[in-house]
Structures are given as structure tokens and as C-alpha cells.
């Protein structure tokens, strides 16, 4: 039989070996009993009590899992089992006292033991333990053989099944079969009630079968009180009234620790004297029925657990792969719903003060739903940082109806340390319909969620830094891109520049020289022509230079504005005056309109007149000969403010769109010029602008090709100055 049970325990534990060691009475040595699978070799060795792995397993309850056993220094003494890698063992009791270990090991490839397996190997020690027990219980030599192979058969049943029913069913057989009685039941006590676990009978039973225990009669006295009753003659016992009909009785109490689990009875239908020895081979029996019933109990409750425990892990491992916040949120409630099977599941956040609902599913609450941390059962547990498992919601005081047809509720908090960032919270229909287990299951899964959360919000942080830094380095490549655009074009612009000047200059230079010799060879007579030609050189050589250097002294800062109150008419009339000869040698019409009640104006006289002069100019330049000029002045609401204007129009060639924006940059130069063999730098309307700029005024254009240009420069009418 121990071999049966040593072999189903490695079995069921898919392990390779399997060892049994029994101590001898005194303690003071264990031998190896029986040996599973490899290793066979030590079958019968004797190790001292309390040493190596069988002695610290022995002194060590519920016992031990050792899944590095392979990597342990060996001492080459005692049990050292070979190509082991993981051992689990368990102590055996008999009696309460250490009576063996039990134990089972697995190959290096193998996976770990678990906690949850060594509560299945505790299970074959506890039959281990009963089968020592019988040995001790049956001295009588006419019993012991019997009885040791009906208990066999029923323990086959034991360690071959982990279902409560069919051991149930062995365990009575057996013992009807035995004891030759004609009727025997098992009844299931929990919460103060008996209920039917298993019945048998006899073939030759002639009367109808015994069905439920009535209270006060002897099942439920022997259930109550934990003490056996045996009656040789119901119909004289006190408590009789179980039974429609008479016969013997003996009622065990199935008793697991202190605890009264179940009741046996095992009748006859007619008066029958039990003896000693069939009371104590029942009482064995008993003893098996309670081992098969806290072995079932353990089954199922380690069942449920690795039920739950692969569903988390199933639940983690989906809900730890996602990591966009919201998309995780709603996979964890779909997750719990779809694999824990949680009707009503939700998960608020925290939000300073408040709770807002930011997945949920069965509730019919509102999504983004808030609810003050002061509130509410949820908000109990975020402020309490403690779970709470409420069985009947109407008797929460903390309670408010979220979902109307909610009956029991579970909240767990989401926390690290003190600090909640939510709760989940689960909710059933039913007035109890969620257990400890549940409890236990939504801790479980809390931490799970919470370290998914820590996940999301790193990557959410990281993928907001990630594309920072991104949108950084496009701005400074793109201002990057821009400098380096600018310093090629100022240096295209500075060697055009050079080009330019040296031109320039190198025109009215050669003029001047040819003239001078003129003057020194040329035709006398013609002297004064000569010399006029001079003059326009010279002018044309200073007033380039002139440029040259205001545009240096705008940028070295050396050339600041005087204002004084000054009127745009009498520059205006005063550049007209000045150009009047100019204007009819190129045969140009020229037309003044003058607002006589244009007011007076802040501005650096010299610098506006230079500014005007440019225009005028150019206007001059541009315009084949024939055209209008026209110069008007007049005033202006604009942003805000009131303006002076001055506008030279012009019937010239015009200004294309694609050069307009450009014209006011330095050295800018247009088709215009080159079309009319215009002499200059490109520096004119430049200075222009840099001098509007230092007015607050500005300068506008509005130009169209073939049919002329529209100057105008704006300065602010300083109220202070016009009154
Ligand atoms: P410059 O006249 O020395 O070339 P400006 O800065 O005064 O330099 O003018 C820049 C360019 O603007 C000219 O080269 C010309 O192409 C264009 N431009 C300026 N004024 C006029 C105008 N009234 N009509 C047509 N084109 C003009």
C-alpha cells in the first residue's frame, strides 16, 4: 500500500523519483522505506535522525521545496540522489508525532515544485500517515490482514482520485463488505447541517434505504458532540427516531483536528452486538473518510487556486503587454470580466480630490464619471488605503447606488506604499455572490495592475519626451538649415557686392580719367563739356560712396535719427524743386498732391529726405520717357493709429510680384535694372527701409508689371507733435 501511494505521488507530481523514509519509534534513526523511479540503490539505507536534507525536511512544517538542489555542495553521506534539480518533501505524522518523510524529486530540465504541489504531496503523507496508524491500531492478527487490504483498496481509491464522491463510495464498500452490515452512509456536516455524501447498502437489505438525519437524533448528537455512539439496539437508545426501522447502529464523528466534518453510520437491519475489533476497523474507516474528505476539501481549494492563479497570470501577461494608458485600462476590465468572469468590473482613478471612472464594463455608470474622495464606498478605500469586501451593499453605510441591481461589492486599492493612485472595484447581483477567494484573487491582481499602470505612465512620459526631443531637433535643424541658407546667400550677396562696387566704381573712375586727358589733349573748345562730365562722375563716385557709408553707419549703430517736428509737404515740394531740371532732361510729366492739412510729423529731416530721394529716383529710373510722376500726401487710420504718408507713383516698368518682397533687401537688385541699364547698388530702397525703421514708420509697395510702381512711406502722427 505505501508503495501505492509513494507511486502515486510521483506520479501526480510528474516526478521522476519518489522516496519514502520511516523513522523508528524512538526517533533516532530514519530508513528509506521505498524508493520510486532511479535511485533505487538506497532502498534500505539508514540515515541518524535530523541530519542532511531528510532530517532538515523532517524538522520543518508543512516541509520543504529545495528547487536549486542540484547546485547544493554534497557531503557524500547519507541520501544524496543523483541528477536531481528540484526536491520537494513533506513530514509524515502518525498519530501527531514524526513518523517518515515523504519525497519527490525532478530532473534538471524539469520545471520548479510549487506551493500548491507540495499542499497535493502533503495529501499522499497524510495517507501515508493513516497507513502507519492502522498498523498501530490493528493488533488483532484475525483482522489485520483483512482489513489492511480493504483499507488498501479504499486508499487505492484515495490516491487515485482526488474526487470526494467515488472515495466515499470505496471507503463505505469496503467497509460493508468487511464488517457484513447492511447499511452505511457518510454525511457531510458544515455550518451546523448535516448533508448526504455518500450511501450504500447491502443486497440483501430488505427495508427501504435511511435518507436524511432528523435533528436531535443520533447523527446529529454524534455530529454535535464529536463522540461515537453505538447502539446493538436502536429501538431501546433514547435518541432513536432516525430510523423507520429498528436494528444496530454505530455513528463515528469524521474528524479532521478539532473539527467534526462529517458523521458515519453503519447499521444492520436487525439488533446486532458490535465487537471490539469491528468497532475499531470502523474506526479506521472513519478516519480514512475524514482524511478523503480534507483532501478533497484541499483539492478543491488548490484546484480553485491554480484556476485562479493561471487566469491572473493570463490577465497579467495581457494587460503587461499594453502600454497606452487608456488602451490598458480597458483591457483590464475587459480582461477580468472575460477571464475572472466579474459581471460589473470598474477602475477609477485618482484626480487630486476626486475619483474618475476611466474604464468600466456591466455598470451602465457614465465613462469619465467623478465622484469626491469623501464619498462612496470607493472612496472609503482610496482614502483608507485598505480593501473593502462588503457581502450585502444596503448595509454599507458608505454605499451609493451605482448600479441598481448591485448586491455585493469588492474594491481593492491601486497602491504603492501610502500613496493610491485608484481602486478597482467589482460588483455582483447577488447578496454574496463574491467570496474571500475573490478578495484574495482582486489583491492578487491589483498589484499586477498597478505595476502595468507604472508601465504606461513611463511610457506615456517617455513617448511625450521622445517626441520633444524630436520636434527640438527639427526646429533647430530647420533654424539650422535657415542660418546656413542666410550666411550663403549673404555670402553670395557680399561677393555680388564686391562685384558691384568695383563696377561702379570702376565706371565713373574710367570716365574721369578719359576726361582728364580730354582736358590735356582733347579739343579745347570743347573744355566745359568735358568738365561737366567730370562733375556728374564725381557726383556719381560720392554719392555711391555716400551710400556705402550709410548703410555702414546703420549698422554700426553710429547713425541715430534727430527728430524734430517737421512736414512730409515741404519735403516733398523741396525734392521736386531740386529734380525739376532732371525730370523734364528725361521728358517726365510730374503731378503734386498735397493734403495742405497734413500735420506735422517726429522724424530726422536730413535721413527722410535721403529716405524720399531714393524713391524719387528710382521712379525716375524705371519710368521710360513720356510717363507720369506723381507725388501725393495725405493721412491715414491704420493699426490703430493715425499716419502721414507720402506716395510716389509711378507708369514705369513695374516691380514683378516674385521681386517685391525682395527689393528692400540690401544689394537687391531687379530685372528692372538690367533691362534699363540702370547704374546702382541695390542699396537705395535698403537705406530706405533702414531709415523708416528707426522713424516707427514703414515702407510700402504696390507694384504691377508694365503699368508702374506705388512707394509709400508711413510715419505715426505723434498727437504731442500735431497739436
Ligand atoms: P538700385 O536702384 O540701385 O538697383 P534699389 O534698392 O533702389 O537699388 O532698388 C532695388 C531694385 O528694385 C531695383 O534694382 C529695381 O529692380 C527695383 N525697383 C526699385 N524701384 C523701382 C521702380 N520705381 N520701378 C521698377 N523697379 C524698381
Given at each position: 500500500m505505501?508503495?501505492?501511494?509513494v507511486?502515486?505521488?510521483?506520479?501526480?507530481l510528474?516526478?521522476?523519483?519518489?522516496?519514502?523514509?520511516?523513522?523508528?519509534?524512538?526517533?533516532?534513526?530514519?530508513?528509506c522505506?521505498?524508493?520510486?523511479?532511479?535511485?533505487?540503490?538506497?532502498?534500505d539505507?539508514t540515515?541518524?535522525?535530523?541530519?542532511?536534507?531528510?532530517?532538515?525536511?523532517?524538522?520543518?512544517?508543512?516541509?520543504?521545496i529545495?528547487?536549486?538542489?542540484?547546485?547544493?555542495?554534497?557531503?557524500?553521506?547519507?541520501?544524496?540522489?543523483e541528477?536531481?534539480?528540484?526536491?520537494?518533501?513533506?513530514?509524515?505524522?502518525?498519530?501527531?508525532?514524526?513518523?517518515?518523510?515523504l519525497?519527490?524529486?525532478?530532473?534538471s530540465?524539469?520545471?520548479?515544485?510549487?506551493?500548491?504541489?507540495?499542499?497535493?504531496?502533503?495529501?499522499?503523507?497524510?495517507?501515508?500517515g493513516?497507513?502507519?496508524?492502522?498498523?498501530?491500531?490493528?493488533?488483532?492478527?484475525?483482522?489485520?490482514?483483512?482489513?489492511?487490504?480493504?483499507?488498501?483498496?479504499?486508499?487505492?481509491?484515495?490516491?487515485s482520485?482526488?474526487?470526494?464522491q467515488?472515495v466515499?463510495?470505496a471507503?463505505?464498500?469496503?467497509?460493508?463488505?468487511?464488517?457484513?452490515?447492511?447499511?452505511?452512509?457518510?454525511f457531510?456536516?458544515?455550518?451546523?447541517?448535516?448533508?448526504?455524501?455518500?450511501?450504500?447498502?447491502?443486497?440483501?437489505?430488505?427495508?427501504?434505504?435511511?435518507?436524511?438525519?432528523?435533528?436531535?437524533?443520533i447523527?446529529?448528537?454524534?455530529?454535535?458532540?464529536?463522540?461515537?455512539?453505538?447502539?446493538?439496539?436502536?429501538?431501546?437508545h433514547?435518541?432513536?427516531?432516525?430510523?423507520?426501522?429498528?436494528?444496530?447502529?454505530?455513528?463515528?464523528?469524521?474528524?479532521?483536528?478539532?473539527?467534526?466534518?462529517?458523521?458515519?453510520?453503519?447499521?444492520?437491519?436487525?439488533?446486532?452486538?458490535?465487537?471490539?475489533?469491528?468497532l475499531r476497523?470502523?474506526?479506521?474507516?472513519?478516519?480514512?473518510?475524514?482524511i478523503a474528505?480534507?483532501?478533497?476539501?484541499?483539492?478543491?481549494?488548490?484546484?480553485?487556486?491554480?484556476?485562479?492563479?493561471?487566469?491572473l497570470?493570463?490577465?497579467?501577461?495581457?494587460?503587461l503587454?499594453?502600454?497606452e494608458?487608456?488602451?490598458?485600462?480597458?483591457?483590464?476590465?475587459n480582461?477580468?470580466?472575460?477571464?475572472?468572469?466579474?459581471?460589473?468590473?470598474?477602475?477609477?482613478?485618482v484626480?487630486?480630490?476626486?475619483l474618475?471612472?476611466r474604464?468600466?464594463h456591466?455598470?451602465?455608470?457614465?465613462?469619465?464619471?467623478?465622484?469626491?474622495?469623501?464619498?462612496?464606498?470607493?472612496?472609503?478605500?482610496a482614502?483608507?488605503?485598505t480593501?473593502?469586501?462588503?457581502?450585502?451593499?444596503?448595509?454599507?453605510?458608505?454605499?451609493?447606488?451605482?448600479?441598481?441591481?448591485?448586491?455585493s461589492?469588492?474594491?481593492?486599492?491601486?497602491?504603492?506604499?501610502?500613496?493610491?493612485?485608484g481602486?478597482?472595484?467589482?460588483?455582483?447581483?447577488?447578496?454574496?455572490?463574491?467570496?474571500e477567494?475573490?478578495?484574495?484573487?482582486?489583491?492578487?491582481?491589483?498589484?499586477?495592475i498597478?505595476?502595468?499602470?507604472?508601465?504606461?505612465?513611463?511610457?506615456?512620459?517617455?513617448?511625450?519626451?521622445?517626441?520633444?526631443?524630436?520636434?527640438?531637433?527639427?526646429?533647430?535643424?530647420?533654424?539650422?538649415?535657415?542660418?546656413?541658407?542666410?550666411?550663403?546667400?549673404?555670402?553670395?550677396?557680399?561677393?555680388?557686392?564686391?562685384?558691384?562696387?568695383?563696377?561702379?566704381?570702376?565706371?565713373?573712375?574710367?570716365?574721369?580719367?578719359?576726361?582728364?586727358?580730354?582736358?590735356?589733349?582733347?579739343?579745347?573748345?570743347?573744355?566745359?563739356?568735358?568738365l561737366?562730365?567730370?562733375?556728374?562722375?564725381?557726383?556719381?563716385?560720392?554719392?555711391?560712396?555716400?551710400?556705402?557709408?550709410?548703410?555702414?553707419?546703420?549698422?554700426?549703430?553710429?547713425?541715430?535719427?534727430k527728430?524734430?517736428?517737421?512736414?512730409l509737404?515741404?519735403?516733398?515740394?523741396?525734392l521736386?524743386?531740386?529734380?525739376?531740371?532732371?525730370?523734364?532732361?528725361?521728358?517726365?510729366?510730374?503731378?503734386?498732391e498735397?493734403?495742405?492739412?497734413l500735420?506735422?510729423?517726429r522724424?530726422?529731416?536730413?535721413?527722410?529726405?535721403?529716405?524720399?530721394?531714393?524713391?524719387?529716383?528710382?521712379?525716375?529710373q524705371y519710368?521710360?520717357?513720356?510717363?507720369?510722376?506723381?507725388?501725393?500726401?495725405?493721412?491715414?487710420?491704420?493699426?490703430?493709429?493715425?499716419?502721414?504718408?507720402?506716395?510716389?507713383?509711378?507708369?514705369?516698368?513695374?516691380i514683378?510680384?516674385?521681386?517685391?518682397?525682395?527689393?528692400?533687401?540690401?544689394?537687391?537688385r531687379?530685372?528692372?535694372?538690367?533691362?534699363?541699364?540702370?547704374?546702382?547698388?541695390?542699396?537705395?530702397?535698403?537705406?530706405?527701409?533702414?531709415?523708416?525703421?528707426?522713424?516707427?514708420?514703414?515702407?510700402?509697395?504696390?507694384?504691377?508689371a508694365?503699368?508702374?510702381?506705388?512707394?509709400?512711406?508711413?510715419l505715426?502722427?505723434?498727437?504731442?507733435?500735431?497739436?
Open positions: 505505501l508503495e501505492n501511494i507511486g502515486h505521488a510521483a506520479d501526480v510528474k516526478s521522476k523519483s519518489a522516496w519514502l523514509f520511516i523513522s523508528d519509534l524512538d526517533q533516532i534513526s530514519f530508513r522505506e521505498i524508493c520510486f523511479g532511479e535511485n533505487g540503490g538506497i532502498v539505507r540515515l541518524p535522525f535530523g541530519v542532511g536534507v531528510v532530517g532538515e525536511i523532517a524538522n520543518n512544517a508543512p516541509g520543504l529545495i528547487n536549486d538542489y542540484s547546485e547544493r555542495p554534497t557531503t557524500g553521506k547519507f541520501f544524496e540522489p541528477n536531481i534539480n528540484a526536491l520537494m518533501g513533506v513530514p509524515v505524522l502518525c498519530e501527531g508525532k514524526l513518523r517518515g518523510v519525497l519527490v524529486g525532478r530532473e530540465e524539469e520545471t520548479p515544485y510549487t506551493p500548491s504541489e507540495m499542499e497535493l504531496l502533503e495529501l499522499f503523507a497524510g495517507q501515508v493513516t497507513a502507519l496508524e492502522s498498523e498501530i491500531l490493528l493488533d488483532d492478527e484475525r483482522y489485520r490482514r483483512d482489513v489492511l487490504e480493504a483499507i488498501h483498496r479504499a486508499s487505492l481509491q484515495l490516491t482520485s482526488l474526487e470526494l467515488p466515499l463510495d471507503i463505505l464498500n469496503q467497509a460493508l463488505a468487511l464488517i457484513e452490515a447492511d447499511d452505511a452512509h457518510i457531510l456536516f458544515e455550518g451546523e447541517r448535516l448533508s448526504f455524501g455518500s450511501a450504500r447498502w447491502s443486497d440483501e437489505r430488505k427495508t427501504e434505504p435511511f435518507s436524511e438525519p432528523r435533528e436531535g437524533g447523527t446529529y448528537t454524534v455530529a454535535l458532540t464529536g463522540e461515537r455512539i453505538v447502539s446493538s439496539d436502536v429501538d431501546q433514547p435518541l432513536f427516531k432516525d430510523w423507520q426501522w429498528g436494528g444496530a447502529i454505530a455513528s463515528f464523528p469524521l474528524r479532521i483536528g478539532d473539527q467534526v466534518v462529517g458523521v458515519m453510520n453503519i447499521a444492520f437491519e436487525e439488533p446486532h452486538l458490535f465487537d471490539d475489533g469491528e476497523v470502523l474506526e479506521l474507516f472513519a478516519v480514512q473518510a475524514a474528505l480534507q483532501n478533497a476539501r484541499k483539492f478543491q481549494e488548490s484546484e480553485r487556486r491554480l484556476a485562479e492563479l493561471s487566469a497570470q493570463q490577465v497579467a501577461k495581457v494587460i503587454s499594453r502600454l494608458m487608456q488602451a490598458l485600462l480597458d483591457e483590464i476590465v480582461q477580468v470580466w472575460q477571464v475572472l468572469g466579474y459581471e460589473i468590473v470598474e477602475i477609477y482613478l484626480e487630486g480630490h476626486i474618475r471612472l474604464a468600466a456591466g455598470s451602465g455608470v457614465e465613462p469619465d464619471h467623478t465622484m469626491e474622495l469623501s464619498t462612496g464606498i470607493i472612496g472609503r478605500v482614502r483608507t488605503n480593501p473593502a469586501f462588503v457581502l450585502d451593499v444596503s448595509q454599507d453605510p458608505d454605499y451609493v447606488v451605482g448600479f441598481p441591481r448591485s448586491r461589492e469588492i474594491v481593492v486599492p491601486l497602491s504603492k506604499g501610502d500613496i493610491v493612485i481602486a478597482i472595484n467589482v460588483e455582483s447581483p447577488e447578496v454574496g455572490g463574491l467570496d477567494a475573490d478578495l484574495r484573487l482582486l489583491i492578487l491582481l491589483a498589484d499586477q498597478l505595476v502595468a499602470i507604472e508601465n504606461a505612465t513611463l511610457y506615456d512620459r517617455l513617448r511625450k519626451h521622445s517626441s520633444d526631443l524630436e520636434q527640438t531637433v527639427q526646429d533647430r535643424t530647420a533654424e539650422l538649415a535657415t542660418a546656413l541658407e542666410q550666411a550663403r546667400s549673404a555670402g553670395r550677396i557680399k561677393t555680388q557686392f564686391v562685384a558691384d562696387v568695383s563696377h561702379e566704381l570702376r565706371t565713373p573712375l574710367a570716365n574721369i580719367r578719359l576726361y582728364l586727358e580730354l582736358l590735356n589733349f582733347g579739343n579745347p573748345a570743347r573744355a566745359q563739356e568735358y561737366d562730365t567730370l562733375t556728374r562722375e564725381t557726383d556719381r563716385l560720392v554719392s555711391l560712396i555716400e551710400d556705402l557709408l550709410a548703410i555702414s553707419r546703420f549698422d554700426t549703430g553710429t547713425s541715430m535719427p527728430f524734430q517736428a517737421e512736414n509737404n515741404l519735403i516733398a515740394q523741396g521736386i524743386e531740386d529734380r525739376q531740371r532732371l525730370l523734364a532732361e528725361r521728358s517726365l510729366e510730374v503731378e503734386i498735397i493734403d495742405d492739412d500735420p506735422d510729423v522724424m530726422d529731416e536730413k535721413m527722410i529726405t535721403q529716405a524720399v530721394s531714393h524713391i524719387l529716383t528710382n521712379a525716375m519710368t521710360r520717357p513720356g510717363g507720369v510722376i506723381t507725388i501725393t500726401t495725405d493721412t491715414r487710420k491704420s493699426d490703430g493709429g493715425d499716419w502721414a504718408l507720402l506716395t510716389i507713383i509711378d507708369t514705369g516698368i513695374g514683378p510680384p516674385e521681386e517685391q518682397g525682395r527689393v528692400f533687401e540690401r544689394f537687391y531687379g530685372k528692372a535694372s538690367r533691362l534699363l541699364s540702370v547704374p546702382g547698388t541695390g542699396l537705395g530702397l535698403a537705406i530706405t527701409k533702414e531709415i523708416l525703421d528707426r522713424h516707427s514708420g514703414r515702407v510700402t509697395l504696390e507694384s504691377e508694365d503699368s508702374g510702381s506705388r512707394f509709400s512711406i508711413w505715426p502722427i505723434d498727437t504731442s507733435v500735431s497739436n
